[in-house]
């Protein structure tokens, strides 16, 4: 135990200098961008599934909780919100780069991401053709972001960059000290046996896992890519679902609770038929 404790905590230090550097990089691109992204989606009209997925793979912290408050508001429509939460990467980016993951493997998951929430996107705009109301956000839900995102324009890049890579370090740590106790208890090839001989059952279980609202999702899922207990069909399907805390804010803005449901439902079964079909194909 002491030994798997002592790699884990070597192995958590060895990311950590790339972690800032990668957060660093995000925080000043969030800082220039945020409100741009912001306007640039409210005005996107019926392009709003291709924008917002555009706006949702850039590495910005939690805009998926933006994107919750304009469909709330009836300022976007759903394939819209759709297109943000499938499109959105949360913590994989800064993990992947950390870790030496191919940039050609990392080019490819946020491709199929950015399609993938086009796609789905503007298809459900076609098929549902809502309206959209604009009403005014109330100080309320104002609030309630301020409370549960963490507004790091306020807090400046350094301190913003330091407090997000001490967070995800800390998620990193407990997640791999987790799979590496069941790996040695287990047996890799054991672990290994299992996953190959069930791999058809990853999507669903990462998918699952991906609608936890909380950046803890795409960080287990990454790691679990990173130890090769998931393949990437499933790695994607999980991302895919992944909205960080979106969910928690569209539960909170939005007071239709079965319409909030529906697209938690949506969600997941968009993650399922992806993850099966990228493992049909085999791209990654």
């Known amino acids: 135990m002491l030994d798997i404790l002592r790699d884990t905590i070597i ?12 957060y660093l990089i995000m925080e000043y691109i969030e800082h220039k961008m945020s409100e741009k992204s912001k306007e640039t989606i409210k005005k996107s009209g019926r392009w709003g599934p291709l924008l917002g997925a ?7 912290c ?56 086009i796609f789905f996107g503007f298809i459900i705009d076609l098929i549902l053709r809502k309206t959209n109301k604009k009403i005014q956000e109330d100080e309320d839900i104002k609030e309630f972001c301020e409370h549960n995102h963490c507004h790091c324009e306020k807090n400046g890049i350094l301190k913003s960059s330091i407090k997000h890579t001490l967070n995800i370090l800390l998620y990193i740590f407990i997640v791999t000290l987790i799979i590496n106790i ?38 287990i899922l990454t790691n679990l890519y990173i130890e090769n207990i998931l393949n990437g069909a499933s790695l994607v399907a999980g991302l895919l679902t992944g909205a960080g805390v979106g969910l928690i804010i569209l539960f909170r803005t939005n007071k239709n609770v079965k319409e909030n449901i529906f697209i938690v439902c949506l969600l997941y079964i968009i993650g399922v038929i992806s993850g099966l079909g990228l493992q049909f194909v085999n791209i990654i």
């Open 11 to 22: 192995d958590a230090l060895k990311i950590l200098p790339f972690l800032f550097i990668t």
């Open 182 to 219: 069941l790996v040695e208890v287990i047996g890799e090839e054991t672990i290994a046996n299992f996953v190959s001989k069930n791999a058809v059952f990853g999507p669903f279980i990462a998918s699952l896992i991906g609608l936890i609202p909380n950046c803890a999702a795409s960080v």
């Open 54 to 60: 555009a706006v949702g793979i850039l590495p910005q």
């Open 62 to 117: 939690g805009f998926s909780a933006s994107a919750a408050n304009l469909y709330s508001a009836r300022v976007i429509t759903l394939g819209t919100l759709i297109a943000v939460y499938l499109s959105t990467s949360d913590e994989m980016i800064p993990i992947f780069l950390s870790e030496h993951i191919s940039a050609i493997t990392l080019i490819k998951i946020l491709t199929i991401k950015f399609v993938l929430g």
